[in-house]
Nanobody, 127 residues
């Protein structure tokens, strides 16, 4: 059984930083991609960033320069370091797992490409 455990949401002031982490448990995968998406009430789930076990990574244009995704070298755990947070970053942040292997440097960024999802963690940016 696959489980994704997200940690690190909370309430912060504008301009602050916050780090989210997500750990996947279950079978051992030869390859994986873990991504972060966010969703506001009444809005579509939006891609934030993703990283493969090969270290290939991408970030959405809206967060480039402010958010950074990284991974643990030893286990399927990823981190999303968020800085210069703004009220528009307020959302529920979801961790997702894709266990497909890719021969290229392709990094999946669409929600439908991820089979497993965490429960979500609320990030609120407000003064």
């Amino acid at each position: 059984q696959v489980q994704l455990i997200e940690v690190g949401g909370g309430l912060v002031q504008p301009g602050a930083s916050l780090t989210l982490s997500c750990t996947a448990s279950g079978p051992t995968w030869s390859a994986w991609t873990m991504g972060w998406f966010r969703q506001g009430r009444g809005k579509e789930r939006q891609f934030v960033a993703a990283i493969r076990s090969t270290d290939n990574r991408i970030h959405a244009d809206s967060v480039k320069g402010r958010f950074s995704i990284s991974r643990d070298k030893m286990k399927p755990t990823v981190y999303l370091q968020m800085s210069s947070l703004q009220p528009e970053d307020t959302d529920v942040y979801y961790c997702a797992l894709n266990t497909a292997a890719y021969v290229s440097t392709y990094v999946p960024a669409a929600a439908y490409e991820y089979s497993f999802w965490g429960q979500g963690t609320q990030v609120t940016v407000s003064s």
